[in-house]
T-cell receptor, first 111, second 114 residues
Framework: QQQVKQSPQSLIVQKGGIPIINCAYE??????FPWYQQFPGKGPALLIA?????SEKKEGRFTISFNKSAKQFSLHIMDSQPGDSATYFCAASKGDYKLSFGAGTTVTVRA | DGGITQSPKYLFRKEGQNVTLSCEQNLNHDAMYWYRQDPGQGLRLIYYSQIVNDFQKGDIAEGYSVSREKKESFPLTVTSAQKNPTAFYLC?????????????FGPGTRLTVT
């Protein structure tokens, strides 16, 4: 069973819009939550990551919000651009070797 | 130019044949991983290796085998026992203790078995 549930499966926004991708988890032992970006035919690339001791982290136009009590975290893409069109995966780790991935969200940003 | 290389990019095989996918890294990372990606699913861990000459099964190891004879290389063999081998295979690496979770991925190999 998937330990990290990701939604929506896909979404479309206009250029400049803010796509939001949500992830939920059950295992409270998770202590590291990365997001990966994957373009078609390529391997995923680490985008941004957060630990549960902070509620928000920003890197450029990408922001992670983390709600420890709800066991949820989300990715916001500010001022989205067509070049942001990709599949985004959330993941969670207990700080060891294993990453548990969500199913992925395909984001399309229309010009 | 540091990174992870996987070859070939596309691979075609007949059913019943074993096939080996290559993964090489020049990042001096201790740990290496193999994942399988299917449409609409997240990445699923096949095998991982934390040090040379040691490797562990992941969530879906059946029908696969690996070796780790050199730090920079972690080849994956898809055997004829794998019931549904057609997929996109991704190799990853991470620095080691304290950084296992910061994984960096190669470009992938798309395997088609007919």
């Amino acid at each position: 069973q998937q330990q990290v549930k990701q939604s929506p499966q896909s979404l479309i926004v206009q250029k400049g819009g803010i796509p939001i991708i949500n992830c939920a988890y059950e295992n409270t032992a998770f202590d590291y939550f990365p997001w990966y970006q994957q373009f078609p035919g390529k391997g995923p690339a680490l985008l941004i990551a957060i630990r549960p001791d902070v509620s928000e982290k920003k890197e450029g136009r990408f922001t992670i919000s983390f709600n420890k009590s709800a066991k949820q975290f989300s990715l916001h893409i500010m001022d989205s651009q067509p070049g942001d069109s990709a599949t985004y995966f959330c993941a969670a780790s207990k700080g060891d070797y294993k990453l548990s991935f969500g199913a992925g969200t395909t984001v399309t940003v229309r010009a | 130019d540091g990174g992870i290389t996987q070859s070939p990019k596309y691979l075609f095989r007949k059913e019943g044949q074993n096939v080996t996918l290559s993964c090489e890294q020049n990042l001096n990372h201790d740990a290496m991983y193999w994942y399988r990606q299917d449409p609409g699913q997240g990445l699923r861990l096949i095998y991982y290796s934390q040090i040379v000459n040691d490797f562990q099964k992941g969530d879906i190891a059946e029908g696969y085998s690996v070796s780790r004879e050199k730090k920079e290389s972690f080849p994956l063999t898809v055997t004829s026992a794998q019931k549904n081998p057609t997929a996109f295979y991704l190799c990853a690496s991470s620095a080691g203790p304290g950084s296992f979770h910061e994984q960096y991925f190669g470009p992938g190999t798309r395997l088609t078995v007919t």
